[in-house]
């Protein structure tokens, strides 16, 4: 029965003429992938093809069985009745399917002001395909404790890595350290995976992401996972090696790919070593993650100072370090040697990703040289630019209540 059924069916052709079909939209899918990937356009373009095609099937099914036999065949009842409804249903199903998702460009082009008072366009992702990620800490599994501010110091190699990227939002700020602060891990290590995904899904964070570390020999190892937050699902769990925190850079390029940001992006995207961003001196960053671990452990600035102190005295051109003394003067009430630290941030700050940059020229304009001008200009922008990042929304709201425009400012 079922070979006479084949038999009959190879006559029609309708294997011959489905496997033609299923070819044709493997190559139309293909084809909307690489323009998906050329001209930065939605991924949802991508399933929406692979739908379409699957379900014009049953046409191409009654299509191949009235008309695959040689010779002329008249067009059936049911063809004429059958095709068109499954094109109101597969219409029907894709409208469904895909009304509320953005099937245009992924980008947009803003026109911001610059600090100066000219203007600059720039373009941007748009805000539904930004991807977010919060990166929690590193357990030490070597057993020496002298290899543990790296727990610390990984994370921060991570996040300021990955915040180069204007497709990320990195998640991080006084919230979040508040949080870690509350449920008795400020370093963000030892945590299930269930209590990092609570605290992930408080801050609006897509994906987080958490690993742990050892030494071999000389040979940093480092075990990284990342997880989906809604679903609490493991995207992926990935070994890496080196001499170095330097094995950041790898660590940021596949975690990028993972989460989803387009390939060709990663390709041109300006990618900067870990190194260049801190410092490529080992004791340098050793002093400027100690520095972090005293503000977020103890509270201690004086310490902190002393720990930056120490850091720029090694590498005076580590602007992160530079940049986080001058805000630890700030706090301590020494101005003028604020300044100074300030200045060689300045300097440097071609070396910082974009967002850090905004933030050490408001610090500059708030605290060091006052500008209203520029600072409210500087706030405009950042927020722009990183429509996700709640920190910069609360400093332009700063920023326009200082001006008397409440309606904006509670808009913000």
């Known amino acids: 029965m079922a070979f006479a059924l084949f038999s009959h069916l190879m006559e029609r052709r309708v294997p011959h003429i489905l496997g033609l079909y299923l070819a044709a939209s493997w190559i139309v899918v293909e084809f909307v992938n690489l323009l998906v990937d050329r001209f930065a356009l939605s991924p949802h373009l991508i399933g929406l093809s692979m739908v379409g095609c699957g379900l014009l099937i049953p046409s191409v099914l009654m299509l191949a069985y009235n008309h695959g036999k040689p010779g002329r065949q008249d067009w059936s009842a049911a063809e004429k009745v059958g095709i068109p409804l499954n094109f109101l249903v597969a219409a029907a199903i894709v409208v469904v399917v895909f009304s509320d998702r953005p099937l245009g460009a992924t980008t947009t082009t803003l026109t911001l002001q610059t600090e100066e008072g000219g203007t600059v366009e720039r373009v941007v992702p748009k805000s539904e395909f930004r991807k977010s990620v919060l990166v929690f800490g590193f357990e030490n599994q070597s057993g ?5 501010w790296l727990q610390l110091g990984i994370r921060l190699g991570l996040i300021i890595d990955l ?135 103890t509270n201690d600035w004086v310490a902190a100072r002393d ?14 370090a530079q940049y986080y003394l001058a805000v630890t003067y700030l706090i301590l009430n020494e101005a003028e040697k ?42 405009e922008a950042r927020a722009r630019l990183f429509p996700e990042d709640v920190q910069g929304h609360a400093t332009l709201a700063r920023e326009y209540r200082q001006r008397n425009e409440i309606d904006k400012a509670i808009a913000e």
């Open 338 to 379: 604020a300044d100074s630290a300030a200045e060689m941030a300045l300097r440097y700050l071609y070396k910082l990703p974009e967002s850090w940059q905004y933030d050490v020229r408001y610090v500059y304009y708030e605290a060091i040289r006052p500008d209203p001008v520029r600072r409210f200009r500087i706030a």
């Open 163 to 297: 915040q180069q990227d204007i497709y990320l939002q990195v998640g991080g700020g006084e919230e979040l350290q508040a949080s870690l602060q509350r449920v008795g891990h400020p370093l963000a290590v030892g945590m299930s995976v269930p209590l990092m995904a609570n605290i992930a899904r408080e801050q609006h964070q897509d994906y987080f992401t958490f690993g742990s570390y050892t030494h071999e020999g000389d040979e940093l190892v480092v075990d990284v996972s990342l997880y989906e937050t809604r679903r609490q699902r493991r995207v992926s769990e990935r070994t890496y090696t080196g001499k170095d925190i330097g094995l950041v850079d790898a660590m940021t390029v596949q975690l990028r790919r993972d989460v989803g940001v387009p390939e060709r992006h990663i390709e041109e995207t300006k990618d900067l070593p870990v190194a260049d961003i801190l410092t490529r001196d080992p004791e340098a960053l050793k002093y400027l993650v100690l520095a972090f671990n005293e503000t977020i452990t």
């Open 307 to 320: 720990y930056l102190e120490r850091s720029v005295a090694v590498d005076p051109t580590a602007v992160f």
């Open 144 to 148: 020496d404790s002298t290899f543990a």
